[in-house]
């Protein structure tokens, strides 16, 4: 168990949907990184917020954005759902920023 | 085109043999990550190598971080079933930032019993 926790495990919806995945850190962990894997791309990183700030980006799509929340927890916000964006996506919390710790993912299922 | 090769892709082996998977790139790394992954599971951090022919143990798994920092491999002993997973490297680009990591494209280790 690293620590991190994601919801929900599953999530099956239509296209041109919204969805929400939502991720606690590790305690005392102030970034959050969040990744998508899928089978032809790997693990591709997205965001990373730090202390509630937006710190990086990745091959992150503009219909898709993140928050971090006050008390660390962030949400990743996935709007007009493709097929394509079917894909597992895990949140990755971390202290030093080069050793980080993985959530159990949440998979996601475009119909 | 990805930063990170690994080869081999797949690997299917017996119990109590040995195997090296590699993590290779033209860039140069500050450092390189190795991860497990199981499925259905996120992956989990086996070691760091950070220094230029670093070579690090952890049990029967052996980690080396290439003298110009553009390669790292994984030799693993005696596998056991437990072994079984998706091995990823990972690392962020020297110069660049160090909270960015570049996955590899994974190595699929199946240790049949």
């Known amino acids: 168990d690293s620590g991190v926790t994601q919801t929900p495990k599953h999530l099956i919806t239509a296209t041109g949907q919204r969805v929400t995945l939502r991720c606690s850190p590790r305690s005392g962990d102030l970034s959050v990184y969040w990744y998508q894997q899928s089978l032809d791309q790997g693990l591709q990183f997205l965001i990373q917020?730090?202390?509630?700030?937006?710190?990086a980006k990745g091959n992150i799509l503009e219909r898709f954005s993140a928050q971090q929340f006050p008390d660390l927890h962030s949400e990743l916000n996935l709007s007009s759902l493709e097929l394509g964006d079917s894909a597992l996506y895990f949140c990755?919390?971390?202290?030093?920023?080069?050793?980080?710790?993985f959530g159990p993912g949440t998979r996601l299922t475009v119909l | 085109t990805q930063l990170l090769e690994q080869s081999p892709q797949f690997l299917s082996i017996q119990e109590g043999e040995n195997l090296t998977v590699y993590c290779n790139s033209s860039s140069v790394f500050s450092s390189l990550q190795w991860y497990r992954q199981e499925p259905g599971e996120g992956p989990v951090l086996l070691v760091t190598v950070v220094t230029g022919g670093e070579v690090k143990k952890l049990k029967r798994l052996t980690f080396q971080f290439g003298d110009a920092r553009k390669d790292s491999s994984l030799h693993i002993t005696a596998a056991q079933p437990g072994d079984t997973g998706l091995y990823l490297c990972?690392?962020?680009?020297?110069?660049?930032?160090?909270?960015?990591?570049?996955f590899g494209t994974g190595t699929l280790l199946a240790v049949q019993p």
């Open positions: 917020y730090y202390n509630g700030e937006e710190r």
């Open positions: 990755a919390s971390s202290w030093t920023g080069n050793e980080q710790f």
């Open positions: 990972a690392g962020p680009l020297y110069g660049g930032a160090t909270n960015k990591l570049i």
